[in-house]
């Protein structure tokens, strides 16, 4: 095994490297980011709060060790995601917060420990506190002008939100007008949230009408705010409750208890276990009193907020990042249970990551029945030693993806054996892989499917990549329509487009007679079918969908092979690393090794080939243009730079040399015609010794090219 097989993901913090920690501050970066749009705008997340939360703390963490490699696009700069387009943006007079998190007894220590060293306050000034329930539903801010509802809007990033006034008026608990003595202008921000008996009603109408089924109460609430037609909204039984304020034109109170009593007596809902807390001690016992509560009090939260009491400490406070320091969120522990590992499953995804999935005996574990549970990925099942017949503790956290924490030994049966992670794809048979990462020489933790082409769990989504506009550009063959033609068994591999007429035409279910379907639409379709039967290779070895090869890799490829069956001889002889056609291949300027390899790969895999040429039997790629056809002296050859130039850069030599007719290689094989090396050159000019290969010097190149 390779050591630990961690990849670069799960390196401590304190044992990344400068580089490193650059990457890895891009990939969470982009991580975050995906997350908070699935979370935000598509109400969908895939990962628990719990690993999103360590996303987060790990991207801090390194930013903390490496301030200067902080990104412009930084996670910690940015709460939530942008607003979805379809409704109009408010921009919040006050910007919505989000909450810094205390996972245990000393983190609330710490936390009155920061504001008691940040106010200057001796120890033993009492610092009071609120405490009140964390509710697990969505913020949302609402204005009044003189009493009256103006604005209503989601947070959004925090800075600018989704005008949903129209929906928000729709909530019972949410008055149009003010009652009493109300500033001229005041911001009232609470918590949108569904009650789990609601939550089971409106999924049951849901599933009768053969609607969406909503995974939990809090994605149920963020749907239905998010509905374009306010009656939809109007019939979902959403609930609020205030606990804070944005924009307000006169203070009623000095105390955030006192505010939030005041906000009550103009007619909203305050959460009742709300307390007033003198010391650490209080807050603590505040919490195990929530805590208590939880399972009876009919709707999700998922901790106790804890906010300074005296509203001029908070001012003075103030608030770092995203976060208010006068305020912390105390998560409550994720619930845990134990139960029979039946068996592990392997899931493909629709790029071809094979998914280990924990099938359990069915078990509660607050609230909801558990059934499925994730390993993560093979190195998690081989480090819990998790095995089939198991006895298992799982944990759900924040209501996404429940997880399997550990084993309970002391129940394994006795002829138990460890599990075999499959190396070949359960859904198609194809051999599947793990990456090898280039800098740390790791194994990628996913293994994947190489049977791009055939493999059911991905079919799909690469015959859509494969009529895509860059790829084979079928007119009337959009995404739309593959899903229909994949799901009648009209097309099920890319060859299938092509036979599509002719079946058609032998075939009793003729096309035409397809609902929405007319006569002319099938002729059109057909006709645009048969004008790609003849294709640019560089688009024909993009729509192949090779993992990490997009357009511009596609190019260089085509331009280097010059032809499909020079491309599919050299990429089948390339499997072999010690071959010159892995050395070419990998010496082609922008293609790495995890490219060259997953390219490999590819052509590795018999089904791959079948589907392939079936493929060929329908179209003709189309020769590309060779840069050789220029007549210069170089032209045609492969020739390598090494060692350092004087008289120009490496890249104006690259282009030089290309222009002229030459390709350019970063490695010398018996191939290679021409060494350009200059001062400092090593092993390169040494290989072309060996193999006997021409060297020249800068200079003699200048000559050469004139
Ligand atoms: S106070 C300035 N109080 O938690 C602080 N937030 O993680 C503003 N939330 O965006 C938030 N219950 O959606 C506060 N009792 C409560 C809350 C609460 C739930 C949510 C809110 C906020 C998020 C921060």
Same mark, same amino acid.
């Given at each position: 095994?390779?050591?630990?097989a961690?990849?670069?993901?799960?390196?401590?913090?304190?044992?990344?490297?400068e580089?490193?920690a650059?990457?890895?501050?891009?990939?969470? @970066?982009?991580e975050?980011?995906?997350?908070?749009?699935?979370?935000?705008?598509?109400d969908?997340?895939?990962?628990?709060?719990a690993?999103y939360?360590?996303l987060r703390?790990?991207n801090a963490?390194?930013?903390?060790?490496?301030?200067?490699?902080?990104r412009a696009?930084?996670?910690s700069?940015?709460?939530?995601?942008?607003?979805l387009?379809?409704?109009?943006?408010v921009r919040?007079a006050v910007?919505?917060?989000?909450?810094?998190?205390?996972?245990?007894d000393?983190?609330?220590?710490?936390f009155?420990a920061?504001?008691?060293?940040y106010?200057?306050?001796?120890?033993?000034?009492?610092?009071?506190?609120?405490?009140?329930?964390?509710?697990d $539903?969505?913020?949302a801010?609402?204005r009044y002008e003189?009493?009256?509802?103006?604005?209503?809007a989601?947070r959004?990033d925090?800075?600018? $939100?989704?005008?949903i006034?129209?929906?928000?008026?729709?909530?019972?608990e949410?008055?149009?007008?003010l009652?009493?003595d109300?500033?001229?202008?005041v911001?009232?921000?609470?918590e949108?949230?569904?009650?789990?008996a609601?939550f089971?009603?409106?999924?049951?109408? &849901?599933?009768a009408? $053969?609607?969406q089924?909503y995974?939990?109460?809090r994605n149920?609430?963020?749907?239905s705010l998010?509905?374009?037609?306010?009656?939809?909204?109007?019939?979902?039984?959403?609930k609020?409750?205030?606990y804070?304020?944005?924009?307000?034109?006169?203070?009623?109170?000095?105390? &955030?208890s006192?505010?939030?009593e005041?906000?009550?007596?103009?007619?909203?809902?305050?959460n009742p276990?709300?307390?007033?807390?003198?010391?650490?001690?209080e807050m603590?016992?505040?919490?195990?009193a929530?805590?208590?509560?939880?399972?009876s009090?009919?709707?999700?939260i998922?901790?106790v907020v804890?906010?300074?009491?005296?509203?001029d400490?908070?001012?003075?406070?103030?608030?770092?990042s995203r @976060?208010p320091?006068w305020?912390?969120?105390h998560k409550?522990?994720?619930?845990?249970?134990?139960?029979?590992?039946?068996?592990?499953?392997i &899931?493909?995804?629709?790029?071809?990551?094979?998914t280990?999935v924990a099938?359990l005996?069915?078990?509660?574990?607050?609230?909801?029945?558990v059934?499925n549970?994730?390993?993560?990925?093979?190195?998690?099942?081989?480090?819990?030693?998790?095995?089939?017949?198991?006895t298992v503790?799982?944990?759900?956290?924040?209501?996404?993806?429940?997880?399997v924490?550990?084993?309970?030994?002391e129940?394994r049966?006795?002829?138990?054996?460890?599990?075999?992670?499959?190396?070949?794809c359960? @859904?198609?048979?194809?051999?599947?892989?793990?990456e090898?990462?280039?800098k740390?020489?790791r194994?990628?933790?996913?293994?994947?499917?190489t049977g791009?082409?055939?493999?059911?769990?991905?079919?799909?989504?690469?015959?859509?990549?494969?009529?895509?506009?860059n790829a084979f550009?079928?007119?009337?063959?959009?995404?739309? &329509?593959?899903?229909?033609f994949?799901?009648?068994?009209?097309?099920?591999?890319?060859a299938?487009?092509?036979t599509?007429?002719?079946?058609?035409a032998?075939?009793l279910k003729?096309?035409?007679?397809?609902?929405g379907?007319g006569e002319?639409?099938v002729?059109?379709?057909?006709?645009?079918?048969?004008?790609?039967?003849?294709?640019a290779?560089?688009?024909?070895?993009?729509?192949?969908g090779?993992?990490?090869?997009?357009?511009?890799?596609?190019?260089?490829l085509a331009?280097?092979y010059g032809?499909?069956?020079a491309f599919?001889?050299a990429?089948?002889?390339?499997s072999?690393?010690?071959?010159?056609a892995?050395?070419?291949?990998t010496g082609i300027?922008?293609?790495?090794?995890v490219?060259?390899?997953?390219?490999?790969?590819?052509?590795?895999?018999?089904h791959?080939?079948?589907a392939l040429?079936?493929l060929?039997?329908q179209?003709m790629?189309e020769?590309?243009?060779r840069?050789?056809r220029?007549?210069s002296?170089v032209?045609?050859?492969?020739?390598v730079?090494?060692?350092?130039?004087e008289?120009?850069?490496?890249?104006e030599a690259k282009?030089?040399a290309?222009r002229m007719?030459?390709k350019v290689?970063?490695?010398?094989?018996?191939?290679t015609?021409l060494?350009?090396a $200059?001062?400092?050159?090593?092993?390169k000019l040494k290989k072309?010794?060996e193999f006997?290969v021409?060297?020249?010097?800068?200079?003699g190149?200048?000559?050469?090219?004139?």
């Amino acid at each position: 095994m390779v050591d630990g097989a961690a990849s670069l993901a799960e390196k401590p913090v304190d044992a990344l490297s400068e580089a490193e920690a650059a990457d890895e501050l891009g990939r969470l @970066a982009d991580e975050i980011a995906a997350h908070d749009r699935r979370y935000y705008q598509e109400d969908a997340p895939t990962v628990s709060d719990a690993e999103y939360d360590a996303l987060r703390l790990r991207n801090a963490a390194i930013e903390e060790r490496f301030p200067y490699l902080k990104r412009a696009d930084s996670p910690s700069e940015r709460i939530g995601a942008a607003p979805l387009e379809a409704f109009g943006e408010v921009r919040h007079a006050v910007p919505m917060l989000s909450l810094g998190n205390a996972f245990n007894d000393d983190d609330v220590v710490d936390f009155l420990a920061r504001v008691r060293r940040y106010l200057g306050l001796s120890a033993d000034t009492a610092i009071i506190c609120t405490a009140e329930p964390k509710i697990d $539903g969505l913020s949302a801010t609402l204005r009044y002008e003189n009493g009256v509802l103006t604005v209503g809007a989601t947070r959004g990033d925090g800075t600018v $939100g989704e005008n949903i006034t129209a929906n928000l008026k729709t909530i019972a608990e949410i008055p149009d007008r003010l009652q009493g003595d109300v500033p001229g202008i005041v911001e009232i921000r609470g918590e949108v949230y569904m009650t789990h008996a609601d939550f089971q009603a409106l999924n049951a109408r &849901q599933e009768a009408e $053969g609607k969406q089924i909503y995974v939990n109460p809090r994605n149920t609430a963020a749907g239905s705010l998010r509905q374009l037609d306010a009656s939809v909204t109007a019939s979902r039984p959403l609930k609020f409750f205030a606990y804070a304020w944005g924009e307000i034109s006169m203070l009623p109170a000095d105390t &955030q208890s006192g505010m939030v009593e005041t906000i009550a007596s103009w007619g909203f809902k305050i959460n009742p276990l709300m307390r007033v807390c003198r010391s650490a001690d209080e807050m603590l016992r505040a919490y195990s009193a929530i805590e208590m509560e939880r399972s009876s009090l009919g709707y999700d939260i998922d901790g106790v907020v804890y906010k300074v009491d005296r509203l001029d400490w908070q001012q003075r406070l103030g608030q770092v990042s995203r @976060a208010p320091r006068w305020a912390v969120a105390h998560k409550f522990p994720a619930e845990k249970a134990v139960t029979l590992l039946k068996d592990i499953e392997i &899931q493909v995804g629709r790029t071809g990551a094979l998914t280990p999935v924990a099938k359990l005996e069915p078990v509660t574990v607050g609230g909801v029945s558990v059934s499925n549970a994730t390993l993560h990925n093979e190195d998690e099942i081989a480090r819990k030693d998790v095995r089939a017949g198991d006895t298992v503790v799982i944990q759900r956290a924040g209501d996404v993806i429940p997880q399997v924490l550990e084993v309970v030994l002391e129940k394994r049966p006795e002829d138990s054996k460890p599990f075999k992670f499959p190396t070949v794809c359960p @859904a198609c048979g194809s051999h599947a892989v793990r990456e090898i990462h280039p800098k740390t020489g790791r194994e990628d933790v996913v293994r994947r499917c190489t049977g791009s082409l055939i493999c059911p769990a991905q079919a799909v989504e690469k015959l859509k990549h494969f009529v895509s506009r860059n790829a084979f550009d079928i007119e009337g063959l959009g995404s739309k &329509q593959v899903e229909a033609f994949y799901a009648e068994g009209r097309i099920m591999s890319p060859a299938d487009i092509f036979t599509l007429q002719a079946r058609d035409a032998r075939s009793l279910k003729k096309l035409k007679d397809k609902e929405g379907f007319g006569e002319t639409s099938v002729k059109n379709l057909f006709a645009s079918i048969d004008a790609r039967r003849s294709i640019a290779l560089h688009r024909l070895i993009y729509a192949l969908g090779i993992r990490h090869v997009g357009e511009t890799t596609a190019r260089l490829l085509a331009r280097s092979y010059g032809s499909f069956q020079a491309f599919r001889a050299a990429m089948i002889a390339a499997s072999d690393h010690e071959s010159d056609a892995w050395a070419e291949l990998t010496g082609i300027d922008g293609v790495g090794e995890v490219v060259a390899e997953a390219i490999v790969e590819f052509f590795k895999e018999a089904h791959n080939l079948t589907a392939l040429d079936a493929l060929l039997q329908q179209v003709m790629p189309e020769e590309a243009e060779r840069p050789a056809r220029i007549s210069s002296p170089v032209a045609g050859k492969t020739v390598v730079f090494t060692g350092s130039l004087e008289k120009m850069s490496r890249q104006e030599a690259k282009e030089m040399a290309e222009r002229m007719g030459a390709k350019v290689s970063g490695s010398v094989s018996k191939k290679t015609d021409l060494v350009v090396a $200059g001062p400092g050159a090593g092993s390169k000019l040494k290989k072309a010794e060996e193999f006997g290969v021409e060297v020249i010097d800068e200079d003699g190149w200048l000559e050469l090219v004139g």
